[in-house]
């Protein structure tokens, strides 16, 4: 089992930056794949940004792309989203997930491949 805790959310006004922390537990975390995910209200689970085991490949949605950064401490066991030029539509509550994975490049899109969840944190942007 993989417990993964997010942290850094909050309540900023457009065009503020956050820094997004997930720390995970219960599994060797260089061999966990990452993804942040978020969910506004209303609306389904959307994929925002993966990091593959090492961190050195990041694949982003392209709606965060150039705004939103991944990175991970392996030794920190924490996965990391940094937001910047938020908007308003970016409020929602945001999500890291986990997978143990083989391969050492896989970046992981889809909420099905990823068995382990945070309980989110919630980032609300005023405009």
């Known amino acids: 089992q993989v417990q993964l805790v997010e942290s850094g959310g909050g309540l900023v006004q457009a065009g503020d930056s956050l820094r997004l922390s997930c720390a995970a537990s219960g599994r060797t975390f260089s061999s966990l794949a990452m993804g942040w995910f978020r969910q506004a209200p209303g609306k389904e689970r959307e994929f925002v940004g993966a990091s593959s085991r090492s961190g050195s490949i990041t694949r982003y949605a392209d709606s965060v792309k150039g705004r939103f950064t991944i990175s991970r401490d392996n030794a920190k066991n924490t996965v990391y989203l940094q937001v910047n030029s938020l908007t308003p539509e970016d409020t929602a509550v945001y999500y890291c997930?986990?997978?143990?994975?083989?391969?050492?490049?896989?970046?992981?899109?889809?909420?099905?491949?990823?068995?382990?969840w945070g309980q989110g944190t919630q980032v609300t942007v005023s405009s």
């Open positions: 997930a986990a997978a143990v994975s083989i391969t050492y490049s896989n970046t992981l899109t889809r909420a099905g491949d990823y068995p382990y």
